[in-house]
């Protein structure tokens, strides 16, 4: 795909998974390449894209509509997660940490202690967590040393927030959050001894316990788009 291609669907996948772009609106070639100042391939090939994705779908015989995306097709896909990501823990326990993986591991570990020791979370606190979160699981899945997770994990997590790169929080209920994230983040710290244990089928199943406890709050991803309370924080860039 070209870069304004890849320019486009990068920032239409953003506007589907914050709710910018909600489920049932609309898309057209000519309005969309005019909004992202582009010719209408690129456009035209980020829709289909997306459409293979499953985030779009086929409008009539003109344009395409965001899909309409349930609950269950989110627990479905976290689940899913869950399993790649505990095979992806298992394998790198096995392996063995590289230098540099421990390292990195060890820097998200220390700058989620000091998010949390606090006691509290602020909105801020909650986008540097998300960051650190990205790292601590892509480390594991690069540790894996396996391809094939990495390319079935962008695969799966193109459906909205199935994926670790998109948090869906209540501002409104930062208490909450916070005992939330920081059970999360005690989790990162056992799974990060089982890796260095090497003890793969403890990492393994930790690992997918931590992608499956975001099943517990199904109903914040349902709201997430449509609730003036909640934010959705997605990466930078």
Do not use: W
């Amino acid at each position: 795909m070209s870069k304004p291609g890849q320019l486009v669907l990068v920032a239409l996948r953003k506007m589907i998974a914050s709710g910018e772009l909600a489920a049932g609106a609309r898309l057209m070639e000519i309005p969309t390449a005019e909004l992202f100042g582009v010719s209408r391939m690129p456009v035209r090939m980020a829709f289909r894209t997306l459409e293979q994705e499953g985030l779009l779908v086929r409008f009539g015989g003109r344009g395409f509509q965001v899909r309409s995306v349930s609950a269950d097709d989110i627990a479905g896909a976290v689940e899913v997660r869950g399993v790649l990501e505990g095979l992806a823990a298992r394998q790198a326990a096995e392996r063995g940490l590289s230098p540099e993986a421990r390292d990195t591991l060890q820097r998200c570990l220390h700058e989620g202690d000091q998010l949390f020791e606090k006691g509290f979370v602020t909105e801020e606190d909650l986008e540097a967590y998300h960051d650190l979160n990205m790292r601590f699981h892509q480390v594991i899945v690069e540790g894996s040393h396996n391809p094939a997770i990495a390319d079935a994990l962008a695969r799966n997590d193109h459906l909205p927030f199935a994926s670790v790169t998109a948090l869906a929080v209540d501002r409104h209920d930062l208490a909450r959050e916070y005992r939330r994230f920081n059970y999360a983040h005690m989790q990162h710290h056992s799974v990060f001894d089982a890796l260095l244990n090497g003890q793969g089928a403890r990492a393994e199943a930790i690992m997918r316990e931590h992608a499956n406890a975001t099943l517990r709050y199904a109903e914040t991803f349902g709201v997430a788009t449509t609730d003036e309370r909640m934010k959705v924080i997605l990466p930078s860039s």
